[in-house]
């Protein structure tokens, strides 16, 4: 989930000679594994090992899914490296708790840290204070509002995700061939920035369409949450051709209110790529016939990207002698057809 403008570089599927990606796991539990890219140093020099750097890490707990994921795949992919030692610390229950841990990981003086914050700007202050001490931070995801505060932004396309979700249902409308589709929306929190931009991207792709929102609720990135408003939801629109709901955690109980309405007249599109949405679509046995990508694999190219940055290498498949300063990952369309190549990312 991220706040950021449009300025971007794109960063898809390849390891971009980074060493980096694609990463993923499956839930909040313990024993989550993460796919990892190892690197093959014939290929790319830059993934045999180099100078020793230490990463310091810092994201919030795993309270959903996709953080979850970031955690597990940061560690997995520092693990895969003989030269990054990763020192991770615990991100407490606010941004004030973070703040106080970062303040003693700056102390330490790791090579680079990378930071999910709690909330972008409440944690800049943070990244300055790294940044001051001579420490290149990598902002992951949650961006500070400060360019100062990080000397890499990596991050995923929440207006893309938007625009995705509405040509899939723009195009599947046109199929079928419904003129003025019955769309309906349920988006995560709205006071998030995230959440706006992914809504303004549904938006505008819709509306190159001639096709508009005819329903939209506000739910919480919970199952329990998306259930309450998906019910709601249901029985404002008594017929519905299109649904898209922004967040594939909350997803479950989005689906569970469909199931328990009894209704299948629409197509419905998830977000972000989780297994349990990508198994679903795979079994094509409900409403969920799509899903938009939000990778966790940025945390893992977030730590290959710091150990290039501490090593003062570039990427070797750019002509620049350094990493950029801001990566956006690109959002791609997962359906039946592509669910196979794509199942590996799930979280």
Not at 50 to 56: A, E, L, S, T, Y
Not at 70 to 82: E, L, S
Request: proline share 4%.
């Amino acid at each position: 989930m991220s706040n950021f403008s449009r300025r971007r570089v794109l960063f898809g599927g390849a390891a971009v000679g980074a060493g980096a990606l694609l990463t993923a796991c499956t839930s909040n539990s313990p024993d989550n594994t993460a796919q990892i890219n190892t690197g093959n140093e014939e290929a790319n020099p830059n993934s045999a090992p180099g100078q020793k750097v230490v990463i310091g890490f810092s994201a919030p707990a795993a309270d959903h899914g996709w953080i979850a994921a970031i955690t597990n795949n940061a560690k997995a992919q520092a693990g895969a490296y003989k030269d990054v030692e990763l020192r991770a610390v615990e991100a407490g229950a606010d941004a004030a708790a973070q703040r106080a841990s970062l303040s003693t990981l700056i102390s330490q003086k790791p090579n680079v840290i990378v930071i999910l914050p709690h909330d972008g700007k409440e944690l800049n202050s943070a990244g300055l204070e790294a940044t001051k001490a001579g420490i290149p931070v990598i902002n992951l995801d949650r961006e500070f509002p400060d360019a100062l505060a990080y000397r890499l932004l990596i991050k995923g396309d929440n207006y893309g995700m938007g625009v995705a979700a509405g040509n899939y249902v723009a195009a599947q409308m046109k199929a079928k061939g419904v003129s003025a589709p019955i769309i309906g929306e349920i988006a995560g929190i709205d006071a998030l920035p995230l959440t706006q931009e992914r809504s303004k991207g549904f938006k505008d792709a819709l509306a190159t369409a001639g096709f508009k929102v005819a329903n939209r609720r506000a739910a919480e990135f919970t199952a329990d949450s998306g259930q309450r408003e998906a019910a709601g939801l249901l029985q404002a629109l008594p017929k519905m051709d299109a649904l898209w709901n922004h967040d594939d955690d909350q997803g479950i109980g989005v689906l569970a209110a469909i199931k328990q309405a009894n209704r299948s007249e629409f197509i419905m599109v998830g977000g972000a790529g989780s297994k349990t949405a990508i198994d679903a679509i795979t079994a094509d046995n409900s409403v969920l016939k799509a899903t938009v990508t939000y990778s966790p694999s940025m945390a893992s190219s977030a730590i290959s990207l710091a150990r290039l940055i501490g090593q003062g290498k570039g990427m070797s498949d750019l002509v620049e002698l350094q990493v950029p300063k801001e990566i956006t990952l690109s959002s791609e369309t997962i359906t039946k057809e592509n669910a196979s190549k794509y199942g590996k990312l799930g979280f």
